[in-house]
């Protein structure tokens, strides 16, 4: 038997739609696989009746098939699902590795990265690759049609979780289909300076890059209290607040000193408009972690 930890993941960092995204120290889901002829799949954990078992529905079941790797895989959700952080991305990122090793594959995390994304197809209807690209590599990825470029970064951050749920599907559904050009070239310039901010692990450049004028607006919208938490992060210390993913998390860059105080004001904040949450105190991490045969 196999054990695969993958992490939880931020994509999106505002500037970057569909093309930057994080490696979070924390929540992650865990995946056992053996050998078996046929893929069976069990859920345990936070969210888990929400996820189907079959094969057919589960991001886990898609990247069996494209790996041609039948397994009985056993998934212990720590990252809830329709949160904004990556759970269907998790999933598949642990199961390529965990698959691929179980199976000798041969295939490098780079590699992997299409394989997983089948998964995403599955759930949201494209593969898109921001979530499970920092999934399997760690850190800092920025994923393009030429493929995935990752730096190692560690900058602290806060991912709060409400008590609510959006689907990647329909917060697809409200992305506008063009931008004015005055738009294009300001998140442009802010992608820029949150890239830069990843390579020196500088928390005020990243958060002064997360700003984006054209996906973003739309999707708060989705999200209850979305503003009043921005403000309460904001005034406690955060660098940069925006949605995380397809929300309806909300990811806050900031300095370690100040992680404390920004979680309680954002859980804060979504209580006083009646929403319950959660909030994650962590920081960039590392990719999926295989460990060792202990059959
Ligand atoms: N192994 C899995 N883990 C989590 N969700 C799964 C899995 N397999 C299928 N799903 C389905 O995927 C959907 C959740 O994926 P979705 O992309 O909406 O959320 P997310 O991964 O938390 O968010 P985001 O991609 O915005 O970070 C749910 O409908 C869930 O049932
Ligand atoms: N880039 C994707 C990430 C969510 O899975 C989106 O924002 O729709």
Redesign the pocket.
């Given at each position: 038997m196999l054990t695969v930890r993958a992490p939880?993941?931020?994509?999106n960092l505002g500037s970057g739609f569909d093309v930057f995204g994080v490696a979070l120290g924390t929540p992650a889901?865990v995946i056992r696989v053996e050998r078996a002829p046929e893929t069976t799949?069990s859920?345990t954990g936070a969210?888990s009746e929400?996820?189907?078992e079959d094969p057919a529905?589960?991001?886990?079941?898609?990247v069996a098939d494209a790996l041609d790797a039948p397994a009985r895989i056993r998934?212990d959700?720590g990252?809830?699902?329709?949160?904004?952080?990556?759970?269907?991305?998790?999933?598949?990122a642990a199961?390529a590795v965990a698959l691929n090793a179980l199976y000798d594959r041969g295939r490098s995390r780079e590699e992997l990265v299409p394989v997983a994304a089948e998964?995403?197809a599955?759930?949201?209807g494209e593969a898109?690759a921001d979530?499970v690209a920092p999934a399997l590599l760690g850190g800092f990825t920025v994923v393009t049609e030429d493929g995935v470029t990752q730096v190692d970064a560690s900058v602290p951050v806060v991912a709060c979780l409400p008590d609510i749920?959006?689907?990647?599907?329909?917060?697809r559904g409200v992305v506008p289909d063009s931008a004015l050009m005055d738009d294009v070239v300001t998140t442009v310039g802010n992608a820029a300076t949150l890239t830069v901010g990843m390579t020196r692990d500088d928390p005020d450049l990243v958060g002064s890059g997360m700003n984006d004028d054209i996906v973003t607006p739309e999707r708060t919208k989705l999200i209850t209290g979305y503003d009043q938490v921005r403000e309460a992060a904001l005034e406690a210390g955060a660098t940069g607040v925006t949605v995380?993913?397809?929300?309806p998390?909300i990811l806050a860059v900031c300095r370690r000193r100040d992680r404390r105080a920004i979680a309680s004001a954002m859980v804060d904040a979504f209580d006083a408009v009646g929403v319950e949450s959660r909030a994650y105190q962590t920081a960039i991490g590392q990719g999926a972690t295989l460990y060792p045969d202990d059959s």
């Open positions: 939880a993941t931020s994509a889901d799949i859920i969210g929400y996820i189907p529905k589960n991001t886990v079941g898609a998934i959700k990252v809830r699902p329709s949160s904004g952080l990556g759970s269907s991305a998790a999933s598949a199961a998964g995403e599955l759930v949201s898109h979530n749920s959006v689907s990647t599907r329909d917060a995380s993913g397809a929300g998390g």
